[in-house]
């Protein structure tokens, strides 16, 4: 997950993780790569459009 500089740090994000993944700590977000599904709840919650996928590879 990429996280763009004008990002609030709101914590939207993170209360829509169905898999609680997401923390919001003071000016970042920490996610948990491992087990995210890429199912991108946040990535449409967020309401600045601060976050977006990483390139697949």
Do not use: H, Q, S, W
């Amino acid at each position: 997950m990429l996280v763009k500089e004008f990002c609030m740090y709101c914590g939207e994000c993170a209360g829509v993780c169905p898999r609680n993944l997401i923390e919001i700590g003071e000016n970042r977000l920490k996610f948990n790569k491992k087990d995210c599904k890429k199912c991108k709840i946040c990535i449409n919650a967020c309401p600045v459009g601060a976050l977006e996928n990483e390139a697949e590879t």
